[in-house]
């Protein structure tokens, strides 16, 4: 069932990620609210990911938390002149398939991708990690669950910052748009929710007054609720494809459009 015909569907993601998603639910009938509430960008100091870089060889395994992970640390690999085969003899994870999917674009091929697309899901299949260097090319301000994890099981995580995600502020037509109001609010990270509240503060609840509010995944889901949103629909793929199969199933979306 196609209850997406007419709906105006609010996008929060980057307006540099978003065009997949905003093609996908326009072909099913939607009018996205296009409405960026965060940009990414890479960490201006590279310092310590070159230096993790030039000491490739000291890890044991690398994972990827996310496609923006991959696309700034491959970027660094080429600015530095090196090619894929610097990782020859690293194990490489993957959290999601999206960042499988880049790893693959890049000549890098996981050796293991959980189903459960979050960090800690990772754990079992990395078998015994006691003693071993892992490297987790990250966000600047990333979640320390997979980092406390690795720990307690004895290996030595390397947490190296090199893309950080920043507030924006969405011009003036793009605020006149939302203003009319949207039947869905989408959120596909934490820092999409917090952007959205820190735009507007508690006026962002009489904002989406009425909107099904839909999320990625579970911890964005949280992240949502801890703001006072009632969050109706968790993708159980936690990826852009899973949320639009969730946004097409629920039945809580109401007929008609916001007149």
């Keep these: 069932m196609n209850n997406l015909i007419g709906k105006r569907v609010l996008v929060t993601r980057p307006r540099a990620q978003s065009a997949d998603f905003i093609a996908k639910i326009t072909a099913l009938g939607a009018v996205p609210v296009i409405f960026p509430t965060i940009e990414i960008s890479m960490i201006e100091d590279t310092t310590l990911l070159d230096t993790a870089i030039a000491n490739l060889a000291t890890y044991q395994w690398i994972i990827f938390t996310s496609v923006n ?21 690293i194990r490489i994870a993957a ?12 000549g890098a091929h996981p050796c293991f991708v959980p189903e459960e697309h979050v960090a800690e899901a990772i754990l079992p299949g990395l078998g015994d990690v006691t003693g071993q260097k892992i490297l987790l090319p990250r966000a600047e301000i990333a979640r320390k669950a997979l980092v406390d994890a690795l720990k307690k099981q004895g290996a030595f995580p390397d947490e ?37 509240f820190d735009l507007f503060g508690e006026n962002t609840r009489e904002i989406l007054k009425g909107a099904v509010i ?14 006072g949103l009632n969050v109706s629909i968790v993708a159980a ?14 039945q809580q979306i109401p007929s008609g459009t916001i007149q």
Excluded: H, W
């Excluded at 894929?84 to 003899?89: F, I, M, N, Q, S």
């Excluded at 839909?214 to 703001?227: L, Q, S």
């Excluded at 793929?237 to 629920?250: C, F, H």
């Design 160 to 196: 190296v910052a090199i893309y950080r995600t920043l507030p924006t502020r969405p011009d003036s037509s793009s605020m006149t748009e939302l203003q009319k109001g949207v039947d869905i609010a989408t959120f596909t990270s934490s820092s999409t929710v917090n952007n959205l």
């Design 69 to 89: 992970g991959v696309t700034a640390f491959f970027q660094r690999l080429k600015d530095l002149g090196k090619r894929t085969e610097v990782l020859a003899g």
């Design 237 to 250: 793929d936690y990826t852009i494809d899973g949320l639009i199969e969730a946004l097409l199933e629920n």
């Design 95 to 106: 959290i999601g398939p999206a960042t499988e999917s880049a790893l693959i674009e890049m």
């Design 214 to 227: 839909a999320c990625i995944g579970p911890i964005t889901a949280e992240t949502a609720r801890t703001r």
